[in-house]
């Protein structure tokens, strides 16, 4: 029986990385698809564990070979997934989760159908701000640069099958949860307030 393909993905600063980790702990079967970027290591990543980290000739070489399911420009760096470690992965059975952005999102899509996309939004665009802020990771300019990155993204939120308001973490997490359980979908209710924050970036429904 072939895997399940989940594509996660969310504005920077969200709280992703973390419902990945917690999601990952509880599904001890669940593959990540580690991407490789031309960007460099910060603190405390590893290479081969939170990204494969090479230069951009490297890259585009695999660009070339056509060894990437998926691959975009964010922030002027590369990402991208390699193809066959998800294929094989999804051949043998298991189930495989990918950490994209909208851009990749879209072009898994369009390759895997059934993929099972899930759209993490921030409570509201004040507090994304507010969480950039608090990571005193970045300068203001790269944080304005990452918010205006945002609002074009959440533009996006259409695409996916299920949204995540990611305001209770443990609510989140638990969310997340129940849709690689079952795939069960965002709760109706949700609705109104996905509006809210949609229109909170400037967006409209």
């Given at each position: ?14 709280g ?14 669940l ?12 603190g ?10 090479v ?50 999102a879209?072009?898994?899509k ?20 507010r ?37 209770v ?37």
């Amino acid at each position: 029986m072939r895997g399940n393909l989940y594509i996660v993905s969310a504005p920077s600063g969200s709280g992703k990385t973390t419902l990945l980790q917690n999601l990952l702990r509880t599904f001890r079967d669940l593959r990540f698809s580690v991407s490789y970027t031309t960007r460099q290591p910060r603190g405390g990543e590893q290479n081969g564990v939170d990204y494969f980290f090479v230069d951009r000739p490297t890259f585009l070489g695999m660009v070339e070979r056509g060894e990437f399911l998926e691959y975009a420009e964010y922030y002027g760096q590369l990402y991208g997934t390699a193809r066959s470690f998800v294929e094989q992965q999804l051949e043998a059975g298991k189930d495989i989760i990918l950490d994209i952005d909208v851009q990749g999102a879209r072009q898994v899509k369009t390759k895997f159908e059934d993929a099972i996309a899930v759209f993490s939004l921030p409570p509201s665009f004040v507090e994304l701000e507010r969480r950039l802020r608090s990571r005193m990771l970045e300068s203001d300019e790269a944080i304005r640069r990452r918010l205006d990155i945002a609002k074009g993204e959440i533009l996006f939120y259409r695409d996916y099958d299920y949204i995540i308001v990611n305001d209770v973490l443990e609510n989140s997490i638990l969310l997340l949860e129940s849709i690689v359980r079952c795939g069960s979908a965002v709760a109706s209710h949700q609705k109104h307030r996905i509006e809210e924050i949609i229109a909170s970036f400037g967006g409209t429904v």
